[in-house]
Structures are given as C-alpha cells and as structure tokens.
C-alpha cells in the first residue's frame, strides 16, 4: 500500500498506480478505499477499462449496485467494445438477482464479441430462470472454445448444475472428466478444485474412501500450484474427509 502511496504521491493522476491500489484494498476488503482510488483515473477521463471494472466491483461490495451497472454502462456508451467492462457488467447484475437485466446485457456482448464464451455467464443466468437443463445445454457450449482452459470451466459448471440437483454420481463424473484434462494440461490449480470438488460429490454420496482418495490428489496438485489459497482449501478439504 505504501509503496503505491509514494508513486501516487509524485504522480496524483497515474492510472495504473491508482488502479493497482485499489485492486489491493478490494483484496484487503477494503471497499470503500477501492472505490475512491480507482475512481482518480475514472474522473479523469480514461479509456482504460480497468479502473471502470474495480470501481464498480467495489461498488456492488458495499451493496450500491445500481451504481455499479450505472457506472459500466457510461463506459460502455463511449466504448462499446470492451469485453471487461461487459463481463463485469453482467456478474453485478447476476449477482444482483436481476436476470431479465443481465440477459440483455449478454445480447449485447455476444452482437459485439459473437463467440461461445458467454455461455459461461448465460448458463447461470438460465439456471435461475429456467432450470438445470436449459443451463446444462448451454454450458456445453463452452467445448466449443479451442482452449483448454474453458473445457474446464464446462466440466466445473455441469458438475455444480448436477450437484445442485443432487445428481452426486454425475457430479462425480463431471469432475473427474475435468480433473482428468487438467491433468493432461499439467494445471495444477485446476486439478486441486476440481479433485476437491469430486470428492465433495462422492462424501456425500457416501463414499468416504473414494473422496479420501481425492483430497490427497488435491493436495498433491495444489503443492505443485504453489499457491497457498489451493493448499490451504484442499488441506481443510483433506481434514473433514478425514473426521
């Protein structure tokens, strides 16, 4: 924090200083100290989509939502073709419940960016309006991306859909699928969410030896992530697999 402080110090308007701060103090949860440094760059007139996204991140965290979707849609007036500001667009009114609003949001995304990569965000928005079906069809499009990364995305969402509708085996199965690409892909943060949350599946399909078998591998992989926020979850995941 201080560091960024003696940058802005010297330079009050710099974008990526002020952004960068607040980026830290969002992850300090600090919101409201967020909101105000990343609003510097914001005042000024800046094209960078950045500082619109973690101003209004910070926004929806302190529960002002409406200024948040208010905010991203004045850039989106000058700057229509900012994939950012629309995917953040989007998660604030997801998160708000407003699903109509959100809808509408990714009709205009996909007419600028047409590509399948916003099933991502629709296949949730179809699932609190009009079921596990609809948003299991709809994530299954995300294997339509060429990269690896959202086939994994897709397995991950189609285990949770199965899960929410307490189809454990099949969650299981969906996770396995993704664990196993991970693997292939040699990504280890995958590997660890995705182990752990197959091994959710099957404690509570009443399984324990299984899901014992995939804390392990989960905290197997996260030692490889390196990165102690998926050694610290798959650890805790590995202590209540073991009670």
């Known amino acids: 924090v ?37 609003d510097v760059p914001i005042r000024g007139d800046t094209d960078n989509p950045f500082p619109y996204h973690t101003r209004a991140v910070s926004l929806n965290a302190l529960g002002r939502s409406g200024e948040a979707v208010q905010l991203l849609e004045s850039y989106l007036e000058k700057r229509p073709a900012s994939r950012l500001v629309y995917e953040t667009l989007v998660e604030v009114l997801v998160d708000s419940r407003d699903f109509a609003a959100a809808e509408a949001a990714l009709d205009r995304a996909a007419a600028v960016f047409p590509d399948p990569s916003w099933s991502l965000y629709r296949g949730t928005v179809l699932f609190n309006t009009r079921g596990a079906a609809a948003a299991e069809e709809e994530y299954r499009k995300l294997f339509l991306m060429e990269e690896a990364p959202w086939h994994l995305r897709a397995h991950m969402q189609l285990g949770c859909v199965a899960l929410a509708e307490g189809g454990l085996r099949a969650a299981a199965e969906e996770f396995g699928k993704g664990a196993d690409l991970a693997e292939t892909t040699g990504q280890h943060d995958w590997i660890s969410h995705l182990r752990q949350s197959r091994g959710l599946a099957l404690l509570a399909a009443g399984e324990p030896a299984a899901a014992r078998a995939e804390a392990a591998k989960a905290v197997e992989a996260a030692k490889s992530a390196n990165q102690s926020y998926y050694l610290a979850a798959a650890l805790t995941f590995q202590a209540t697999v073991e009670l």
Do not use: C, G, Q
Request: proline content about 3%; aromatic content about 14%.
């Open 2 to 38: 201080e560091a960024y402080k003696m940058v802005i110090e010297d330079h009050p308007d710099d974008t990526v200083a002020n952004n960068n701060l607040a980026m830290l103090y969002y992850d300090l949860e600090d919101y409201a100290s967020a909101a105000r440094f990343a």
